[in-house]
């Protein structure tokens, strides 16, 4: 019976493996389903082979050119930030906190600044106590600092600071003398309402801000977390994140309004007395400085604020600004996808990560390092000193040196927390404070007017009693019911990927997964069983290689 495997004469050698490989190759070709391989495999002259292997080339080329790009593409910015699809509804978000900074500091029959420091330049020279309050005064008036840097200014004042700021600064409660939220009148409720709050600017008051457990670590300095500074806030049924609680009520903490328009906003009356006006103490502008800011986030009123001055009526009407950020971005470096989720940085001093609370202790560690101290109003714990007047020169050069630091190592593209050596050689960590993954601020747009409500009063009025006070009239609304939210999310995702890829490889030479499996087939599975059927001289199973 005849073997079905072929016979080769005894005077013939067998078929070398080139041989075997080029035929092998040659079949591939003229099976594949990848475009223009067959055409490889034919037996054509050598022009029209070299033709079609350098039109192969040039097309994987650029198949593997574009896919590179693609890739690049997808590591170096793999978040793309777009509009929602749908509005959302203003009562899902919180009223915004309104932080309310009266220009003046102090009351006169308290703390008269302009006469004491006329005092301090002639006769007041040598009196410690008198030093000692006017330089906790020049904190929060530092237009005159210049004056008396070279006095008896200290370097360093001590943490009563603080509580002489509460105890000659105006009472917020006389100074508000109407109130109103959502339409109903809050007069009794102002220290329910507003908070007071420690900045720059000295003693503010906040409106709608989470209580000060709920904000600070046990880290802080007492001066931010003392109880007799405000009544303790309700418990916050609002995150960031994950908004407000399901089963949250409609009068939930912190506060959200049902409705746009005056109606469904805040409004506040301000009474100002003409012998409290101190023209010394600051800019020389009166009034009040108002800030808005999320809940949980300090109010910063050197990041901005707006004014309300004596006899003006102020309309701010707001926008809501809202971020959110797709979970799929967790598995992402921060810095890849420019942002913090919660859980991925902590803060010292705050328990809930916001790039400018970031900032703001970034800010007390760097003037720390330079200048051995931080200013009262920042965070700080019970151990480090309180800058003083004559600090302010040091004070300004670590801010200006800060941001400097900041910028230049976001554009050269540092990693976390590298370090710098500052002009001092102090050591100090880089901040890289990125936005947080889920934010939310408000935009406003003020109107504002001259109030000329003395007519007014004097009408009915027989008592001409209105050259005494001046009053100030701020009203806080949502614009309209809805906004549109802002979401980031992947620019391409493993499949957008993959299907961006294997849409170029289509197109430039008809690969697919079946092209890919018959490569598999020929190189294991066809190859083993041609091996097995024809031995290992005739393992291409060409039929030009054997004889009958």
Request: a negative charge.
């Amino acid at each position: 019976m005849a073997s079905i495997r072929t016979v080769v004469e005894e005077n013939e050698e067998p078929p070398k493996c080139l041989k075997n490989l080029r035929w092998y190759f040659m079949e591939y070709c003229n099976n594949t389903s990848i475009h223009g391989f067959k055409y490889l495999g034919e037996r054509r002259s050598s022009v029209e082979k070299v033709w079609w292997a350098i039109v192969l080339i040039c097309s994987l080329y650029f198949c593997v050119d574009f896919i590179t790009e693609a890739y690049h593409k997808w590591e170096r910015s793999p978040v793309i930030v777009s509009f929602a699809t749908s509005e959302t509804p203003i009562w899902s978000v919180p009223f915004p906190a309104v932080t309310i900074c009266p220009r003046t500091k102090a009351i006169k029959s308290k703390y008269n600044f302009t006469e004491m420091a006329l005092w301090m330049t002639t006769d007041g020279g040598n009196n410690h106590s008198m030093w000692k309050e006017f330089n906790y005064m020049a904190m929060i008036c530092p237009s005159q600092l210049e004056l008396f840097v070279d006095n008896e200014t200290t370097t360093f004042i001590d943490h009563d600071i603080i509580n002489f700021l509460i105890d000659v600064h105006p009472n917020f409660n006389y100074s508000v003398v109407n109130c109103s939220w959502m339409g109903d009148n809050c007069d009794t409720k102002l220290n329910e309402f507003f908070v007071p709050t420690i900045t720059s600017e000295g003693i503010c008051y906040s409106f709608n801000m989470l209580d000060k457990e709920e904000l600070f670590t046990p880290d802080i300095t007492g001066d931010y977390s003392d109880r007799k500074l405000s009544d303790r806030q309700p418990d916050s049924e609002w995150t960031l994140e994950e908004g407000y609680l399901e089963n949250a009520s409609l009068i939930a903490f912190p506060r959200r309004t049902l409705l746009s328009g005056p109606s469904g906003g805040l409004d506040l009356t301000f009474m100002t007395l003409q012998s409290d006006l101190d023209y010394l103490c600051g800019d020389a502008l009166q009034g009040y400085d108002v800030i808005l800011h999320h809940p949980a986030q300090m109010p910063a009123t050197k990041a901005g604020y707006f004014r309300v001055g004596l006899n003006q009526d102020v309309i701010a009407t707001v926008k809501p600004n809202m971020m959110r950020t797709s979970d799929e971005l967790k598995r992402y470096t921060a810095n890849d996808r420019n942002c913090y989720f919660m859980t991925d940085r902590k803060l010292r001093f705050f328990k809930v990560y916001n790039q400018q609370d970031c900032l703001m202790e970034c800010l007390a560690n760097f003037t720390l390092a330079t200048c051995r101290c931080a200013e009262f109003y920042m965070p700080r714990d019970n151990l480090t000193s309180v800058c003083g007047a004559k600090q302010q020169h040091c004070i300004n050069y670590a801010a200006r040196k800060f941001l400097e630091s900041e910028v230049s190592f976001r554009i050269e593209n540092v990693d976390n927390f590298d370090i710098f050596e500052n002009d001092t050689n102090l050591i100090v960590p880089s901040c890289n404070c990125l936005q947080s993954c889920s934010s939310l601020s408000y935009d406003a747009s003020i109107s504002q007017s001259d109030w000329d409500w003395k007519k007014g009063r004097n009408i009915v009025s027989s008592r001409n009693e209105t050259d005494s006070y001046n009053l100030s009239r701020l009203r806080i609304y949502f614009k309209d019911m809805q906004f549109i939210t802002s979401q980031r999310n992947e620019l391409y995702g493993k499949t957008d990927f993959f299907a961006n890829c294997g849409g170029l490889l289509g197109l430039f030479t008809g690969f697919s997964i079946i092209s890919l499996a018959e490569i598999v087939y020929f190189v294991t599975l066809r190859f083993t069983c041609n091996f097995r059927k024809h031995g290992k001289h005739y393992w291409s199973g060409a039929k030009e290689l054997m004889k009958d």
